[in-house]
């Protein structure tokens, strides 16, 4: 179905990432926002707290992520779509509601706009550094989507991806900016309501007497339902059966565990995104994300001027990790580059993935600024050689 | 025979699954007319549950019930009885049948 | 000795359906529950299950949400549209769903620990924005699931597992907190007084904003065990030795230790807009016809 025209600013705008989120986000739906101030994402919910009032829906900010991150996942429940919005020290805070929106298959969304860390860090500065965080921040086994937007055109676009991915396959779905995205300022289009593909929640067909909220449907995805319709669920972050009962017992733990995370893990090519620029027949293949991917684009430029055949991979969906694709795009060539502002995080992934005997080389950065493109570029030359 | 020494003829009565109870003695201690008393047999838990020692002293109150952690006991005035079973009873002739 | 009386009066081809009036709000499928012998987390159920009754509150549109500890568990027993959060989590959850999908009833039904010491922050902020919740707060001073440790509402010189030499802490005052937080209702009773927490809890259905109930409670196995205070009927009897009465009584005077009085009673009642009415009302006057409510 199509986008609810209220949320929609059609149009051609000139935004920052932040402000192009917080519209991609009412264009998908989203009318209920639960968020605290952290720089620099703090803009995303400022501008939703204006919008609205007009549009219709709820947004409060909380008194710390530890509430924000808890309040989404109520109003889920309440039957709203819903996000919060966040930066490195808050998304740690979230991290207990991580795993209980994964536990208990709640559809929403985080946006981390990511900056300079450990701690508090380099609040104004950009990083990449949250990566593994997102990942493996909560106890326990879990699978989390992550988006990588590289442009306020696709903090927009992403944003809905992300709300639609989330209905989906009924979990919680991140968009992974970073300060650079979330507060360049570029053209954004927001076409016609009508031209919107959104996703709706997938409400049970079934009565009051055979739902039961976590019995796998398609793909191991349940049906969903909200409070006030008389289903009487219960709903626990304990480990729980089909009911959603607790049942704290090897046999369900194996059960509900593995279900959760074959859902992501096993979904194929449904869940991979690779943007692909002249890969096929590379010598050199550069691998990147969100705004690394921009300065990478000068660096592959420069590149490809001196002869060298440099594909680019850019990855829109980070996680689940695109295994299989970087594996047969890695294979044939001399040596693949992985620049990003952390000192090492996705590259570890693409180890793990090429085939064996593929140099992989980093081109780690502790983050406050976006890399030179020569820096890039000499770890192209590199890995050509 | 009542707390008080009087003797009455009972209001209501009470109703016990033995097998929920866990000994507490809540209903024991705070019933207002003292009518209820552990049975000497325990249940498969090993728990000593209530049983109505002094039916005559049963108002039917039901604080036993609201008292009762277990939801093992409640009361009822034999009047609330009465008009269930008369409910029932209507019920059944105008629809002539068995009712549910 | 006499047999309790028999379900059956053998004049009858169908018996009524007598049955235990809490058992058609609970999963039954689930008892028997965890609670200890005498432990009054049930008693508490009685109470409310009989109050939802009273009150003709529609069961299809309450929801429960609660957090982590003994209390927490009601949430899984009760057959209604029932949410077992994080620990100290289950204000901001309900605060959501109540925002959502504003014709709920949400109730918030947990422990002393886990709403007062790691969800103390979120009690503040809903108290003071008085979202439009009933908070339900089981007091049995101490952290019972993980234990008997330490908890905010510990009276001094009680010995836990995290004090084990007593606690040298000075206890918060429930009720005082709640109304200097802002709630608009605010009652204290114990287990032992069932009818008057069964009317505390109509009349706090029959109210809006953000209503707190403190319920005292013993716990046998680890908080009167450990102090030598006996079984859970002991510890009701205390309760009932102890507790006067005295409603509208100054919040500020009615805390609770190892002896002394237990203060009892409606303390609050002082009704004002709640969220999402003040926001409705400041956003019509800002935006007139073109402010958009939740759901308009």
């Not at chain 1, 993935?353 to 600024?369: E, I, N, R």
């Not at chain 2, 549950?49 to 002094?54: I, K, N, S």
């Not at chain 2, 006991?73 to 209507?90: D, L, P, S, T």
Request: aromatic fraction near 8%.
């Amino acid at each position: 179905m199509t986008a609810d025209p209220r949320g929609v600013l059609t149009g051609v705008h000139f935004l920052d990432g932040d402000h192009a989120a917080c519209e991609g986000a009412l264009a998908a739906g989203c009318r209920f926002v639960a968020g605290y101030p952290i720089t620099p994402s703090t803009e995303v919910v400022e501008r939703f707290a204006a919008r609205i009032p007009l549009v219709g829906g709820v947004f409060i900010q909380m008194e710390d992520e530890l509430a924000a991150s808890i309040a989404i996942l109520g109003a889920a429940w309440g039957g709203q779509k819903t996000m919060t919005v966040t930066s490195g020290p808050g998304l740690s805070l979230m991290m207990e509601h991580l795993g209980f929106a994964a536990i208990t298959e709640t559809p929403c969304v985080f946006i981390d706009v990511q900056r300079g860390g450990p701690s508090t860090g380099l609040p104004t500065l950009p990083a990449q550094a949250d990566m593994m965080q997102v990942k493996w921040g909560s106890h326990g086994d879990y699978q989390v989507i992550a988006l990588c937007p590289s442009s306020p055109q696709e903090c927009f676009d992403l944003t809905i991806r992300a709300f639609n991915l989330a209905e989906t396959w009924r979990t919680p779905v991140f968009v992974m900016m970073d300060e650079v995205v979330g507060h360049m300022t570029e053209k954004v289009v927001i076409p016609e309501a009508s031209a919107i593909e959104v996703v709706e929640r997938r409400w049970t067909s079934k009565g009051p007497g055979e739902y039961r909220p976590y019995e796998p449907g398609p793909g191991g995805i349940p049906e969903m339902v909200r409070a006030g319709d008389g289903y009487r669920i219960h709903i626990t972050g304990l480990t729980h059966d089909e009911r959603g009962y607790p049942a704290m017992n090897p046999q369900h733990q194996d059960r509900l565990v593995r279900r959760l995370n074959d859902k992501i893990r096993k979904a194929g090519e449904a869940l991979v995104d690779v943007r692909e620029d002249q890969c096929e027949g590379a010598e050199v293949l550069v691998v990147t994300y969100g705004i690394t991917s921009r300065v990478a684009s000068a660096a592959i430029r420069m590149a490809r001027e001196k002869g060298i055949r440099v594909g680019h991979a850019r990855l829109v969906i980070a996680w689940p990790f695109p295994r299989d694709r970087i594996r047969a795009l890695a294979s044939g060539v001399r040596g693949v580059v992985v620049p990003e502002l952390n000192l090492g995080q996705m590259v570890q992934e693409v180890e793990r993935s090429v085939p064996s005997g593929v140099p992989v080389l980093p081109v780690d950065h502790a983050g406050g600024t976006v890399h030179d493109p020569e820096v890039i570029l000499q770890r192209i030359l590199e890995a050509a050689r | 025979m009542a707390a008080n020494g009087t003797s009455r003829k009972a209001r209501g009565t009470v109703f016990v699954r033995p097998e929920l109870c866990k000994g507490c003695d809540y209903c024991i201690e705070f019933c207002p007319t003292d009518c209820l008393e552990f049975s000497p047999n325990f249940n498969a838990k090993g728990y000593h549950y209530p049983v109505l020692a002094r039916p005559e002293d049963c108002t039917g109150c039901g604080l036993c019930g609201l008292y009762c952690p277990d939801f093992a006991i409640f009361g009822m005035r034999f009047e609330e009885i009465e008009a269930m079973r008369e409910r029932i009873r209507v019920q059944a002739q105008n629809e002539g049948g068995t009712p549910k | 000795m006499s047999q309790t009386t028999p379900l059956e009066d053998p004049n009858l081809p169908i018996q009524p359906p007598l049955d235990n009036p809490v058992m058609s709000f609970l999963r039954q499928e689930r008892m028997p529950h965890i609670w200890c012998p005498g432990c009054g987390i049930g008693t508490t159920v009685n109470c409310f299950t009989r109050a939802l009754t009273d009150a003709g509150v529609g069961l299809d549109r309450l929801a429960i949400v609660s957090g982590i500890g003994c209390t927490g568990r009601v949430a899984g027993y009760l057959n209604l549209d029932s949410f077992h959060t994080t620990h100290g989590r289950a204000i901001p959850f309900a605060t959501g769903l109540k925002l959502a999908r504003p014709e709920l009833q949400v109730v918030v039904y947990s422990g002393d620990g886990d709403l007062f010491a790691i969800g103390g922050n979120h009690f503040l902020h809903a108290a003071r924005r008085n979202q439009d919740l009933m908070v339900v707060c089981v007091n049995n001073f101490t952290y019972g699931m993980t234990g008997g440790q330490l908890a905010p509402t510990t009276p001094e010189g009680a010995s836990q597992t995290t004090a084990p030499f007593g606690n040298f802490e000075s206890p918060m005052s429930l009720p005082y907190v709640a109304e200097a937080a802002g709630a608009v209702f605010v009652a204290r009773w114990t287990v032992y007084h069932v009818r008057h927490l069964t009317r505390t809890f109509k009349e706090a259905f029959q109210r809006k904003g953000f209503r707190f109930i403190e319920i005292l409670a013993p716990c046998p196995t680890l908080f009167l065990r450990r102090n030598r205070l006996g079984d859970g009927v002991d510890g009701v009897r205390v309760y009932k030795e102890r507790s006067v009465i005295r409603d509208g009584a100054d919040t500020r005077t009615i805390g609770l230790g190892m002896d002394g009085e237990i203060v009892v009673g409606t303390f609050v009642d002082r009704p004002r807009p709640t969220w999402m009415e003040a926001m409705d009302s400041y956003y019509g006057k800002v935006f007139g016809d073109r402010y958009r409510p939740v759901g308009g």
